[in-house]
């Protein structure tokens, strides 16, 4: 069945270094694929989309590479700071009308940030 | 422009008793979905609803329902609580539900005595 799974469950860095954290994801139809951060007791906080028709995309800080090839996403952070500590989700949604709003998540990886 | 509202932020609640969530979405925005977040399960989806419609749901039982008023608040509802249903229940809105930015409120933290 459909799946998105993150390579890593923990993730530690240093103050300044660059963060890369991994999802793999099983549909090939998905065409549509964000990143959410989860801080302790709160919800997901979008940082930024990519749809399938592109292969990266950048934001404040952040980049998103999408290779459709091997169903790959990954989610960049430059120059990581304490404040980027928190839980990292890949969520997709793919083609049909059964994926109306059912955003499908990977497990997250914990970010850490060690000053 | 105000983010998605959830009420209330913590519930507890007995075995057996019956709970009702509230989502206020985004200004404008069409589509509010709902979502159970357990550590051991992560993110599921529940169910989906737009203009007042359900469009879509997901493997979870009967037990749990929902409703999309005219104005596209949401509630979600759960009857005969059990301890497993112990979870943050969060709601996304969107414009549309699709392909289009899902922003979450802060969820409601239910927990099952």
């Known amino acids: 069945g459909e799946s998105v799974g993150l390579h890593l469950p923990t993730l530690s860095v240093q103050e300044g270094d660059n963060s890369i954290i991994n999802c793999a994801y099983s549909?090939?139809?998905?065409?549509?694929f964000i990143w959410y951060k989860q801080e302790s007791g709160k919800g997901p906080q979008f940082i930024i989309d990519i749809r399938s028709n592109m292969d990266k995309r950048q934001g404040q800080r952040v980049t998103v590479l999408l290779n459709k090839t091997v169903k790959h996403l990954s989610l960049q952070i430059a120059a990581t700071q304490p404040g980027d500590s928190a839980v990292y989700f890949c969520?997709?949604?793919?083609?049909?009308?059964?994926?109306?709003?059912?955003?499908?998540f990977g497990q997250g990886t914990t970010l850490q940030v060690k000053p | 422009k105000a983010g998605v509202t959830q009420t209330p932020r913590y519930l507890i609640k007995t075995r057996g008793q019956q709970v009702t969530l509230s989502c206020s979405p985004i200004?404008?925005?069409?589509?509010v979905s709902w979502y159970q977040q357990t550590p051991g399960q992560g993110l599921q989806f529940l169910f989906e609803?737009?203009?007042?419609?359900?469009?879509n749901k997901g493997n979870f039982p009967g037990r749990f329902s929902g409703r999309q008023f005219s104005n596209s608040r949401s509630e979600m509802n759960v009857s005969t609580l059990e301890l497993g249903d112990s979870a943050l229940y969060l709601c996304a809105s969107s414009l549309m539900g699709r392909d289009t930015e899902a922003f979450f409120g802060q969820g409601t933290r239910l927990t099952v005595v």
């Open positions: 609803y737009f203009s007042e419609t359900q469009r």
């Open positions: 969520a997709e949604i793919g083609y049909g009308s059964g994926n109306t709003g059912k955003l499908i």
């Open positions: 200004s404008g925005h069409r589509s």
């Open positions: 549909n090939s139809a998905s065409d549509y």
